[in-house]
């Protein structure tokens, strides 16, 4: 089966406090890709980054870190230093190879930064 | 590029109108997606088209239909509108299989309420 699962539903963190969102995801491929997008209050959604299953070198770009355990199946990601605006909803996917190149995503994790 | 457009943006059917939600996208994508998304849910895939002229079925397929008769564009078609409709959708394009950028880029969606 092809899952991808976000366990928080919701965190609340105090500006400048360090976050992470897990994901962790099944599938039988051995080849395929994770992604992250951010939808913000404004309701669309944004690309943050993509990672594929033979790279499981971690990334940072600015303040978002991500950490790909193949071990462990888990895809986490990390803001540091949070800011007012990185309240979203972040949702973890999933792409699953085959003819339709679908995507299949997690429930989301909905973050709430207070000033 | 404008990337991938929707129209409209907000909508409100009465209990069996029918109407299209229209996308289209200038990126020269092959891939397009439509996703509906639910209150505090994340996307399930209604339909997928891998080209011009090819459209197939996603994870909730009911109550809607697709054609692809471009590349550009990918129209959403409710026949008889019912109030399970009531969500917010989402098209998205790719450029292809096997390509390395195998992201999904989103439209800013439609919010329909059927009522």
């Known amino acids: 089966a092809q899952k991808v699962t976000q366990a928080q539903t919701e965190i609340s963190v105090v500006e400048k406090e360090d976050v992470t969102l897990d994901c962790v995801y099944e599938?039988?491929?051995?080849?395929?890709?994770l992604f992250w997008y951010k939808q913000p209050p404004s309701g669309e959604l944004v690309f943050l980054i993509r990672?594929?299953?033979?790279?499981?070198q971690n990334e940072i770009s600015g303040r978002y870190s991500w950490n790909f355990q193949k071990s462990t199946s888990s895809f986490n990601f990390t803001i540091t230093a949070s800011q007012v605006v990185d309240s979203a909803v972040y949702f973890c996917?999933?792409?699953?190879?085959?003819?339709?190149?679908?995507?299949?995503f997690g429930k989301g994790t909905r973050l709430h930064i207070l000033p | 590029n404008a990337g991938v457009t929707q129209t409209p943006k907000f909508r409100i059917l009465k209990i069996g109108q029918s109407m299209t939600l229209q996308c289209t996208q200038d990126?020269?994508?092959?891939?397009m997606y439509w996703y509906r998304q639910d209150p505090g849910m994340g996307l399930k895939l209604i339909y997928y088209?891998?080209?011009?002229?090819?459209?197939d079925k996603g994870e909730v397929p009911n109550g809607y239909n697709v054609s692809r008769s471009t590349t550009e564009d990918f129209p959403l078609r409710l026949e008889l509108a019912a109030p399970s409709q009531t969500s917010v959708y989402f098209c998205?394009?790719?450029?292809?299989?096997?390509?390395?950028?195998?992201?999904?880029?989103f439209g800013p969606g439609t919010r329909l309420t059927v009522t």
């Open positions: 990672r594929n299953s033979f790279d499981e």
């Open positions: 088209s891998v080209g011009a002229g090819i459209t």
């Open positions: 996917a999933l792409r699953v190879w085959g003819r339709d190149d679908k995507i299949i």
């Open positions: 998205a394009s790719k450029i292809g299989s096997g390509n390395a950028d195998n992201a999904q880029y």
């Open positions: 599938t039988r491929d051995t080849t395929y890709y």
């Open positions: 990126m020269n994508h092959n891939y």
